[in-house]
């Protein structure tokens, strides 16, 4: 059965980096629209980062811009999140979850951030401190 599995959170220093993993299985992922999003302690899921199912066309947070970038191994069945120059705002779970692109665009997944739609993971945690 569909399955999304995140990994390579942990604790970093303020500039530093990490990369995300998001391992799918139980589904085509090459027929899918994959976002990150993320949840900061009190406050409301929101979106990342999404990514076309070919890889050729991404959308990402202001918050985020120049600092963070999606990619996409159709192959490897992975999904990946590189975040540079990290901030301690940062912090958060990261999910992953997977629409079908017939029924959004990557705009609209990024925009709508809720568990009902499609499939998510279970999340990673990312701690930004010094």
């Known amino acids: 059965q569909p399955q999304l599995v995140e990994s390579g959170g942990g604790l970093v220093q303020p500039g530093g980096s990490l990369r995300l993993s998001c391992a799918a299985s139980?589904?085509?992922?090459?027929?899918?629209?994959i976002g990150w999003f993320r949840q900061a302690p009190g406050k409301e899921r929101e979106g990342v980062s999404c990514i076309s199912r070919s890889g050729g066309s991404t959308n990402y947070a202001d918050s985020v811009k120049g600092r963070f970038t999606i990619s996409r191994d159709n192959a490897k069945k992975t999904v990946y999140l590189q975040m540079n120059s990290l901030k301690p705002e940062d912090t958060a779970v990261y999910y992953c979850?997977?629409?079908?692109?017939?029924?959004?665009?990557?705009?609209?997944?990024?925009?709508?951030?809720?568990?009902?739609?499609?499939?998510w993971g279970k999340g990673t945690l990312v701690t930004v401190s010094s």
């Open positions: 139980g589904f085509t992922l090459d027929d899918y629209v």
């Open positions: 979850a997977a629409r079908h692109g017939r029924l959004t665009t990557i705009q609209a997944m990024c925009a709508t951030p809720r568990s009902d739609l499609g499939y």
